[in-house]
């Protein structure tokens, strides 16, 4: 129960780093930045479409070998959707990666 309501408010208060960054504007689009990764949106699109057997296998033998994603997450800034990356995505909710690298575009 301590362990729920440590991560309950560990959220909160990512959420609120995360809201004071977006309206400030401190995430800037050259950076790489790690967020929680239940924090990005995914457009309804990506999630319709499934990734191709062989490219789920080229990147996720990619990400065990170099132990980083083949392909960078792309997120707007304004919103944390998803734009592109969602392979790596995938792979990282797969594995259970609570923080994933992130770029921001505006």
């Given at each position: 129960?301590?362990?729920?309501?440590?991560?309950?408010?560990?959220k909160d208060l990512?959420r609120n780093i995360?809201?004071?960054?977006?309206?400030?504007?401190?995430?800037?689009?050259?950076?790489?930045?790690?967020?929680?990764?239940?924090?990005?949106?995914?457009?309804?699109?990506?999630?319709?479409?499934?990734?191709?057997?062989?490219?789920?296998?080229?990147?996720?033998?990619?990400?065990?070998?170099?132990?980083?994603?083949?392909?960078?997450?792309?997120?707007?800034?304004?919103?944390?959707?998803?734009?592109?990356?969602?392979?790596?995505?995938?792979?990282?909710?797969?594995?259970?990666?609570?923080?994933?690298?992130?770029?921001?575009?505006?």
């Amino acid at each position: 129960l301590l362990v729920l309501k440590i991560r309950k408010t560990l959220k909160d208060l990512s959420r609120n780093i995360r809201q004071f960054f977006t309206r400030f504007g401190y995430y800037g689009s050259k950076c790489e930045y790690y967020v929680i990764r239940t924090e990005v949106r995914i457009p309804y699109e990506f999630r319709r479409h499934p990734i191709g057997r062989k490219k789920w296998e080229r990147k996720l033998a990619y990400w065990k070998e170099h132990g980083e994603f083949e392909s960078k997450i792309i997120v707007r800034r304004r919103d944390w959707m998803l734009l592109d990356g969602y392979s790596s995505y995938r792979i990282a909710e797969e594995y259970d990666i609570e923080k994933i690298p992130v770029y921001f575009v505006d």
